[in-house]
């Protein structure tokens, strides 16, 4: 079966910073914004930000702008955020924790539904705000009502594991925030956190203004 | 002053993956590798990785592949990983205790070397084998010697001011897990950590695949 890529990665990414400005901008009683505007709100280039919003199929009027109404819309259409995600979350350690926390997602249409780990002094404590299950129940609990997607934050000895039964419990959408490769059969879409894929940009940029490449760096 | 881009950021992203997976294999002893089997080790195309490889300038040789000490010797210089860096973290929460408990961090050249917090529950403690110092006394503690970065992991509401402590300091880099664009004077770097722009990422393949474009999505 061939692989096609047709993800415009970058964009896709910046897409949530344009969500979460807009969304304040909204909550503040604005009703429209240029491209301009939003470029300075996000510390974006003005040619990206417009090719950004390009894609969206929003349509702006001169002089007047983007409805934020409309963009935001557009945006969620986009990404596929305009109708909610369930979830399901594989270890509450601390950066499980964190994720659990990131109130943002409940905006963006994911709903985190159950929490499960392996560890018997989180197993059965509320862990902001949600229930911490046994890990060897996944199958009985989630086997009959199979969430949209998982999010693997246990350590990276033993992430394969349970991939292996997110898997078994039919789950298609694994968001891996462990720091190994997963091996998944065929139909299973991986995407994979790097964390460190932020410090190797910020490194890049560092190693090119101390070279006096760049004075200023997008 | 003009803005350049001169970034490729999708391949900048995934150099840590390829190191991580290249430092693995050195530890078990393999002295070569080829860019079939990096692809595979990290379910990656082999189109890609070979244009990522490609532009570190490591030479590969025919039916032998690339040395894994080269290749890692590459990445990391091309990363400008090849010295240390030093940073200091502003907020230890769940997400900033997850970041200094990523070990990793040492292999790529990261050294945090303070930790500071406002929260006088925290201060004082040892957090994963570092002391919280208040924020309070971020000038006095920095001032003479500069981190090279700074990692901001507060809440949204108190990064801005985090943010200008940081500049007041002298810091340069900064990288920002805050869920708000920060304003920062000319000739401050900062690089945005947007946790839900992995979700964008998966939520856009799901929404792919739903629709039958895509069977296997990279």
């Known amino acids: 079966m061939g692989r096609m890529k047709v993800l415009n990665s970058p964009t896709i990414r910046r897409m949530p910073c ?3 400005q807009l969304t304040r ?3 503040e009683g604005q009703s429209h914004i240029s491209t301009t505007e939003l470029a300075k709100d996000t510390a974006t280039e003005l040619i990206v930000v417009r090719k950004d919003i390009a894609l969206t199929g929003a349509k702006g ?14 945006i969620k259409d986009y990404l596929g955020w305009d109708e909610m995600m369930s979830a399901t979350l594989l ?16 905006l963006y249409g994911l709903r985190i539904e159950s929490v499960f780990d392996s560890d018997p002094e989180k197993i059965g404590k509320v862990i902001r705000s949600h229930e911490v299950y046994d890990i060897a ?3 009985q609990r989630l086997g009959y009502s199979t ?8 350590p990276a000895a033993n992430a394969q594991e349970v991939a292996e039964l997110l898997v078994e419990v039919g789950i298609k959408f694994i968001w891996n925030f462990s720091n190994i490769t997963l091996k998944v059969p065929e139909g299973v879409v991986v995407q994979r956190e790097v964390i460190a ?5 910020l490194s890049v940029k560092r190693k090119h203004y101390k070279s006096g490449d760049l004075k200023n760096i997008e």
Do not use: Q, T, W
């Open 137 to 139: 129940s996944i199958k």
């Open 25 to 27: 901008l909204r909550l």
């Open 91 to 106: 270890g509450v350690g601390s950066l499980g924790s964190a994720i659990l926390g990131y109130d943002e997602f409940a």
């Open 147 to 154: 969430p949209d997607i998982a999010i693997i934050c246990v």
């Open 61 to 74: 009027r001169r002089r007047i702008g983007y409805e934020i109404n409309e963009l935001i819309a557009k």
């Open 18 to 20: 344009y969500l979460h």
């Open 197 to 201: 894929g932020g410090l190797a940009m």
